[in-house]
């Protein structure tokens, strides 16, 4: 049935206004996704939503287009705060905010971009005048992430700061015990919506995985990227430093490669995806921070060159590629240590995946080279003064230079090593 309404049905059905119907088509929206149809007409009715669909299928468009409606059947409210959406990082707020911009834009919408829990918190508390008493919506995106127990004391103030009497939307990709916990707690009989199994991944990703020796790694990844060159990949790494040492390693072999950790300032950080959006750099190397909800058009790879220690982080960092119907390939690079953690993906998406197909004595061709690179971008950080009390001025200082610099020569796999 959810099949048929996603061919059939169209943003007018669902009851969206003309106005912002034309906007989508403007945007070239031409039917609603799963999640929207199956959404939109419960949210246009004032149900309170948990919303459970795989990233990259329209989950904000879902609360967007209802509460931009809300704003334009209520004109008197205009200059008050209507609708609060949280994400956990800031580049993710940044997004949801151009998304509602976009669907706003003809008819005046203001969209301060408060986004995570903390900021919002300190508006609250150090901002005078800051209230959100008028808030008629509550928008948890990447619900799961939020409710743990990171954010757990932040939430709490949030929530106590606004009015009981709210719609609350919830959305993730994955869904969690703590958002069940949420929903008796501030919740009005919510309308639980599940597009997908429980922890699915999109019908158009290519999932593989190669097991390696530890040491080979960085070998397999250079393979992998030279493999696809001209490709768009995001690699995803589990530390800060390791983003930091991959991108010089691979830029000293002539890669467009680019780092983007939570060690790095805002300013830096968005100045780094930028530079992939707009595809100077094809190659981003990324901690968890880039795994949530941003959306980037045409990535082709997703490597996960360390193995998430969550298996539900998986979903979320595979869900990068293969959006909106395209397809996408993902790999993961095992090594002895990491076993325990990628047979606990495996049995969470219900499948076994096929191996990626690399002869190993091809790949073991570019040892020399890398290994003399890895050396190189060690010695690089250890003369920067990459200690814990400089790492955030040198990070930014990296970036600068990543931002600035143009490659050298293009790294070739050569056999006559």
Known sequence: MAEENEVTETFKGLGVCEELVEVCD??????????????????????????????????????????????????????????????????????????????????????????????????LSNTKGFSLRTLKYLVLDEADRLLNEDFEKTID?????????????????????????????????????????????????????????????????????TEMSGSTSMVFTRTCEQTRLLALLLRNLGLRAIPISGQMSQAKRLGALNKFKAGECNILICTDVASRGLDIASVDVVINFDIPTNSKDYIHRVGRTARAGRSGVAISLVNQYELEWYLQIEKLIGKKLPEFPAEEEEVLLLLE?????????????????????????????????????????????????
């Open 157 to 225: 103030e949030i929530l106590k700061a606004i009015p009981r009497e709210r719609n609350t939307f919830l959305f993730s990709a994955t869904m969690t015990k703590k958002v069940r916990k949420l929903q008796r707690a501030c919740l009005r009989n919510p309308v639980k919506i599940e597009i997908a199994s429980k922890y699915s991944t999109v019908d158009t990703l290519k999932q593989q995985f190669r097991f390696i020796p530890s040491k080979y790694k960085d070998c397999y990844l250079v393979y992998i990227l």
């Open 369 to 417: 080279r890398v290994t003399e690179a890895k050396r190189i971008s060690q010695m690089k950080i250890k003369e920067s003064g990459g200690g814990k009390k400089r790492r955030g001025r040198d990070d930014d200082e990296e970036v600068d230079r990543f931002l600035t610099s143009k490659n050298g020569k293009s790294f070739k796999k050569s056999k006559k090593h």
């Open 26 to 123: 403007s945007l070239g929206w031409e039917n609603p996704s799963k999640i929207q149809v199956e959404a939109i007409p419960h949210a246009l009715q004032g149900k309170d939503l948990i919303g459970l669909a795989p990233t990259g299928s329209g989950k904000t468009a879902a609360f967007a287009l209802p509460i931009i409606q809300s704003i334009l059947e209520s004109p008197k409210a205009s200059q008050a705060f209507i609708a609060c959406v949280l994400s956990p990082t800031r580049e993710l707020a940044i997004q949801i905010a151009e998304q509602f911009e976009a669907l706003g834009s003809g008819f005046g919408l203001k969209c301060a971009v408060v986004g995570t829990p903390g900021r919002l918190v300190d508006h």
